[in-house]
């Protein structure tokens, strides 16, 4: 489905409106480029495949690893969303910062962002709907941790008390992002 260029429609267009409809446009060209190359990802599945060698040799040669792999997963969940604050779009915005700034106040001027409730309930949805594409990765991830923790429990090297702790919280962050993917 082609979308019409705003600057094609009548009415008040703001140089911000247009900007974000000209990288949204530039980010779905590129995707389409993308697929239409007929590449697999070569590179991609070679470095994963490479990652998936590396862990099984060091889950087999060194006994301290799975508990390794256990906190280097809890450290992954905590410090992720660092990622999201990493520009993607590395080109300067073409219009001034006053433009921004007049954007903004009209929003406010509105009653889009009127109150800081109603600004949080939009930046809340927004953080819900980019944790929905990392639930398939957390949930394969925090399941290793469970299957992980149960076979140093049965093998005596982790106490009742800490393996506790670890299911409950792999299970909480399992159960988090699936009821998020769920909405």
Same mark, same amino acid.
């Given at each position: 489905m082609e979308r019409k260029d705003p600057s094609t429609i009548p009415g008040t267009i703001t140089t911000l409106h247009k900007t974000l409809w000209a990288e949204i446009h530039q =980010? +779905? =060209?590129r995707? +389409?480029?993308?697929?239409? &190359? *007929? $590449?697999? *990802? +070569? !590179? $991609? !599945?070679?470095? !994963?495949g490479a990652a998936i060698l590396i862990n099984i040799i060091l889950f087999l040669e060194n006994s301290v690893y799975p508990l390794l792999f256990i906190s280097a997963s809890f450290f992954l969940f905590m410090f992720y969303f660092i990622t999201l604050l990493i520009p993607h779009n590395l080109v300067r /915005? &073409?219009? /001034?910062? $006053?433009e921004i700034s007049l954007y903004l106040a009209r929003l406010q001027e509105t009653g889009i962002i009127r109150s800081t409730k109603r600004f949080t309930r939009v930046f809340l949805n927004a953080f819900f709907i980019n944790c929905r594409t990392l639930f398939y990765g957390f949930a394969l991830i925090f399941t290793i941790d469970i299957a992980l923790v149960i076979v140093l429990h049965v093998t005596g090297r982790l106490s009742a008390p800490h393996t506790g702790i670890i !299911? %409950? =919280? &792999?299970a909480a @962050? @399992?159960? %988090?992002y699936f009821l998020v993917w769920k909405l």
């Open positions: =980010e +779905r =060209e995707h +389409r480029h993308l697929y239409a &190359s *007929g $590449t697999p *990802g +070569r !590179l $991609t !599945l070679l470095v !994963l /915005p &073409s219009q /001034p910062q $006053t !299911l %409950f =919280e &792999s @962050i @399992i159960i %988090f």
